[in-house]
């Protein structure tokens, strides 16, 4: 089996500022192959693509995008809906790491499940998160080396593993 069917997708949600957001240094980790079970495929990020692109931290973001575009092929997005299907991408396992903010996560969460992911990683989980199909796995994630572990558990099974929450 090749390297890439052992690996899941990844959706980035709310990368945040280079160097400061917490979204950013899971891409970093992503792509410097520090969870190599886990392919960094889009990131989306609304607000340094948007109205935030010239104020602080803009510019450092749009170097940091054409560096993720330039060397490893990431697609950058304002929005979940505008992510290519899942079957469009030949069906691969896709799972989302939301590092939004807090209030934003119930929305964000239901767009990540609009777009066919199977497992979401909760930065910051949120009371209104604690309602999910019972289809999806729900991880709330403060721990890298547990994300890597559970992403590596998601590419070993042929379904989506059980359904659960759980803080790390």
Not at 21 to 50: N, R, T
Not at 75 to 89: N, R
Not at 98 to 103: H, K, L, Q
Not at 128 to 156: E, G, M
Request: aromatic share 8%; glycine share 10%.
């Amino acid at each position: 089996m090749s390297s890439e069917n052992q690996q899941a997708e990844v959706i980035l949600v709310g990368c945040g500022a280079p160097l400061r957001g917490m979204g950013w240094y899971h891409a970093v980790q992503m792509l410097g192959k520090e969870c190599p079970s886990a392919k960094l495929c889009y990131i989306i990020e609304p607000w340094f693509l948007g109205a935030g692109a010239t104020g602080p931290g803009g510019p450092e973001f749009a170097e940091f995008k054409s560096k993720c575009e330039t060397e490893h092929g990431v697609q950058f997005y304002t929005s979940l809906g505008d992510v290519p299907s899942v079957e469009l991408e030949g069906g691969m396992k896709r799972l989302a790491l939301i590092s939004g903010r807090t209030a934003d996560n119930p929305k964000l969460l239901s767009e990540a499940i609009a777009a066919g992911c199977k497992t979401v990683y909760l930065e910051k989980p949120g009371e209104s998160c604690r309602l999910y199909p019972p289809s999806l796995s729900l991880l709330h994630l403060s721990n890298h080396a547990y994300f890597c572990r559970r992403t590596t558990l998601l590419i070993s099974l042929s379904s989506p593993p059980p359904p659960f929450s759980h803080d790390i």
